[in-house]
Structure formats: structure tokens, C-alpha cells
């Protein structure tokens, strides 16, 4: 059983948990995911990790209820305890993995979008830790849905912080604000990584290609299963079938064939939908074995 030692709510209907995970707090990374589960027949839900301390053997996560499983998670309280905590999966971020000094010469711009904000969170904060500079991007429909921008001021250089009602900070979404800072205060970026729902990381990729900026996208909105055995999260990147929860979670936002995740989405809710993709995707259908514990 693995304890939840603090609960927060963030905003209406997302909340943060700090769950006692020694083994999964020993080895993740920013970028990677875990799988809870509540009980015995609960459902596997995958979250991004949104932060861990291994001195104190805790992982984070933070989660919206949208479904019944989350809104029942959103009942446990400190001292309840989650049947299942299993993780790290996944890859954890390139950047990790980058040469130092290549990294140093990077400006870096993190767009996190909604509850994308978790994610954002831990690469923003290792790359301060590291010794990097990165600015950050939170974009939310209002203010009431914002999250974690202190914690985020504590690490990034400069945090945007917008609105599409313009009831806190810039008017605008953030594609409007990453326009207002290339376009209009003249700010140059060799990387921008951005983490939402998945809507927001295609109009994001579709801006950026046209400015020219390399895009890292996170597809942990499209898991269900997470290890790569459901089809759920099959998708085209390049001339290449992959799956965000063995493969990735992050990707080349400008290879991501967006449409078609969007579109397998849908049709993955219904069991007519999903036996027609069965018959259509065939052996690619779903990962040939599970390979998700990443680096």
C-alpha cells in the first residue's frame, strides 16, 4: 500500500497528492509517468510524475476529475493509502540526456497548458537545479484554473502567466502569448516544450513550425492503459507508429500526426470504435510486448 502524505486542492476539481513511493521516488525523472490504482478492481490511471523527493521517498502527482475513478480519487484523504503505485514509466525527458554545455547554449521556453502545468513543473525545476535558464509559459481559460505559478517562479527565469479571459495576467492563450513574446519583445527560442491538453499542443506545434522553433510535445493525455497493450495511445509520428506510453510520452511536436490522435481518441471511447480500429490497425494495432520502463 503506498500512504498519501499530503493532499492539496490546486483549483477546482485538480488536486495534488504526495504519496510514500520509496522505490518509484528513488528512480524517476521529470517526463516519465506512474499507474495508480485505488483497489483490487479500481482503474489503472496514468499521471505524470509532477515532482518526487527521494530523501523523503514521496512522488507527486496532480490530477482533474473527469471521469468516476478520479472523482473517487479525489475522496482519499491524507492517510488513505493507493493499492498500486507503479512506476517510473516511460522515457524521461531528453533533455536529461542532453550534452551539458549544448544545453547551456539553448533558450528554452516551457508552454504548460491547464493541469499540463504538473509536468511542466519537475523539468522546469531540474533545469534550475542543473543550472539552466528557461522561461515558462502557464496558460489557463481563467484564473480560477491556474496552478503552481509560485512554485514555478521559485525555477524559471520568467513566468508568463495568460488567460483567454484576460482575468489574470496576459489576454489571450498561449499561442497569443508566445506571439506577443517573439513577435512583439523580440525574445529568440531554440526550444519550446509544451504540455496540455492535446488541442493545445497542436496549435502550439503548428505556430512554432512556422517560427522555425524546435517543439517537444508530451501525448500523456491520449494513455489509458499505460504499457502499450490497449492500442489506446497508438500514434503517428513521422512515417512512424509509436506509443506515447512505451515510446515516449514526448515526441517532436512537428512529427506528431495530431489529427489522428484526436480522431483515435474518440473512437476509442466506444467498443464499436474500438473494434474497428482493431481491424483497421491490425498487428499495429497495439505494442508487441511491454518495454515501458524507460531509462
Not at 42 to 49: C, Y
Not at 124 to 150: H, S, T
Amino acid at each position: 500500500m503506498f500512504k498519501i502524505v499530503k493532499k492539496e486542492k490546486l483549483a477546482n476539481n485538480i488536486y495534488l497528492m504526495d504519496v510514500k513511493a520509496p522505490r518509484v521516488a528513488k528512480h524517476c525523472y521529470p517526463g516519465q509517468f506512474v499507474i495508480v490504482k485505488m483497489d483490487e478492481k479500481g482503474e489503472r490511471i496514468p499521471l505524470t510524475v509532477c515532482d518526487y523527493d527521494r530523501e523523503e521517498e514521496t512522488v507527486t502527482i496532480v490530477f482533474q476529475t473527469i471521469g468516476v475513478s478520479t472523482q473517487e480519487m479525489a475522496k482519499l484523504e491524507e492517510g488513505d493509502s493507493f493499492r498500486d503505485f507503479v512506476g517510473p514509466l516511460g522515457h524521461r525527458s531528453e533533455l536529461i540526456d542532453e550534452d551539458p554545455e549544448e544545453l547551456k547554449k539553448k533558450h528554452i521556453l516551457f508552454v504548460a497548458g491547464g493541469v499540463g502545468t504538473a509536468p511542466v513543473y519537475p523539468q522546469v525545476k531540474w533545469m534550475k537545479q542543473n543550472g539552466y535558464q528557461v522561461d515558462c509559459i502557464i496558460g489557463a481559460r481563467n484564473k480560477e484554473l491556474i496552478i503552481l505559478e509560485d512554485a514555478m517562479k521559485e525555477y524559471a527565469e520568467n513566468v508568463y502567466v495568460c488567460t483567454d479571459d484576460g482575468s489574470y495576467g496576459f489576454k489571450g492563450n498561449v499561442n497569443d502569448q508566445i506571439k506577443e513574446l517573439v513577435n512583439n519583445q523580440g525574445k529568440h527560442y531554440d526550444l519550446v516544450v509544451a504540455i496540455g491538453p492535446v488541442i493545445m499542443m497542436k496549435f502550439v506545434a503548428l505556430l512554432t513550425k512556422e517560427l522555425g522553433i524546435k517543439t517537444i510535445v508530451s501525448m500523456n493525455p491520449i494513455m489509458v492503459d499505460g504499457t502499450g497493450m490497449c492500442g489506446a495511445c497508438r500514434l503517428q509520428v513521422g512515417d512512424e507508429v509509436k506509443f506515447a506510453c512505451v515510446d515516449g510520452p514526448e515526441f517532436d511536436g512537428h512529427l506528431v500526426d495530431f489529427d489522428q490522435a484526436m480522431k483515435r481518441q474518440q473512437m476509442y471511447k466506444t467498443e464499436e470504435g474500438r473494434a474497428l480500429l482493431r481491424m483497421q490497425e491490425g498487428d499495429t494495432h497495439k505494442n508487441g510486448g511491454c518495454g515501458c520502463s524507460g531509462k
